[in-house]
């Protein structure tokens, strides 16, 4: 069993130390997933972009769909970059988008037929992003 704290600072358990070693990726495994090649960038379909607006954020996030998987690529207020591909599942509210590197604190994101972009935990949607008309 680990320890581990969350945004919030509180402090949880995980059980399952191979989803710890799971989420664990190489600086160059990183790289590669953040070096898309032209002809990628070419055929990837934007489906929205969005800002995160909370207090000491500002990120800005963009949902690609490429060969039928997603990708979320996350631009930060500091500079730094994250592209994820994400599982999609679909469900009443929409399509549920999970990190394919997982989770440890069960948060995904939630894409609504609106085009809203929701950050979500086991328990509810607790955010939902703003659509960043600027990028679109």
């Keep these: 069993m680990a320890l581990v704290r969350n945004k919030a600072d509180e402090v949880i358990q995980i059980e399952k130390e191979a989803k710890l070693k799971e989420m664990e990726l190489s600086v160059?495994?990183?790289?590669?997933?953040?070096?898309?090649?032209?002809?990628?960038?070419?055929?990837?379909?934007?489906?929205?972009?969005?800002?995160?607006?909370?207090?000491?954020?500002?990120?800005?996030?963009?949902?690609?769909?490429?060969?039928g998987r997603y990708y979320l690529e996350t631009w930060y207020l500091d500079?730094?970059?994250?592209?994820?591909?994400?599982?999609?599942?679909?469900?009443?509210?929409?399509?549920?988008?999970?990190?394919?590197?997982?989770?440890?604190?069960?948060?995904?994101?939630?894409?609504?037929e609106g085009k809203d972009l929701k950050f979500c935990n086991s328990n509810h949607c607790y955010y939902t992003a703003k659509v960043n008309v600027e990028a679109a």
Aim: charge should be negative.
């Design 79 to 112: 500079g730094c970059h994250s592209l994820d591909e994400m599982i999609s599942k679909q469900t009443e509210e929409g399509i549920k988008l999970e990190d394919k590197g997982g989770n440890i604190f069960g948060e995904y994101f939630m894409f609504t």
């Design 28 to 67: 160059v495994e990183k790289r590669r997933r953040l070096s898309w090649r032209e002809d990628e960038l070419q055929s990837r379909e934007v489906v929205g972009r969005w800002t995160d607006e909370r207090p000491l954020l500002g990120d800005n996030i963009t949902l690609y769909k490429q060969s």
